[in-house]
């Protein structure tokens, strides 16, 4: 059965203080598909998965997910700023990327450069780019809610 992928699916209640329940699907040929965008409501549950890298590239030829390659675009394009929204070990994380450098605004950032800020298996709702400096009261979007390979278009298309 080559191309099985079993995927869980964390399903989130929509009211607060009610259980988290887990569901199991399998979708044949989901391994080739590196990546699944999907949100949606079953009755009063939200179930909200992101941009999960399964293999080493996608069907259209991105890496897998690597935060380096947000630091390098900030690098090469200092007027902008990246606001990643990310999925960790089951806990919502809202990541800044600013000139090659990133912090997070929810968990503790570590001093320790060799830490992984988002690691590979993270879950990437969206990206959004933003003009520079960051201004939390006024934001100034350019574009929100990239998938992780919109975003990797964007920066091939940046390089040309």
Not at 60 to 66: I, L, M, Q, V
Request: contains cysteine; glycine residues 4%.
């Amino acid at each position: 059965m080559e191309g099985l992928l079993k995927l869980k699916c964390h399903l989130q209640p929509s009211i607060p203080g009610q259980p988290l329940a887990v569901a199991s699907h399998t979708h044949a040929n989901f391994a080739k598909k590196a990546t699944a965008l999907f949100s949606f409501r079953i009755n009063n549950l939200k179930r909200t998965t992101g941009t999960c890298c399964f293999s080493s590239t996608s069907e259209s030829g991105s890496p897998p997910f690597n935060i380096a390659v947000l630091e390098d675009y900030t690098r090469t394009v200092p007027s902008e700023l990246l606001l990643v929204h990310a999925m960790v070990d089951d806990e919502e994380d809202e990541v800044l990327v600013y000139r090659g450098h990133s912090s997070s605004l929810m968990r503790t950032t570590s001093s320790n450069l060799e830490d992984e800020l988002l690691p590979p298996d993270a879950i990437i709702n969206g990206i959004d780019r933003m003009e520079g400096p960051y201004n939390p009261d006024t934001p100034k979007f350019i574009e929100k809610g990239l998938s992780w390979d919109e975003f990797v278009n964007l920066q091939r298309s940046k390089a040309l």
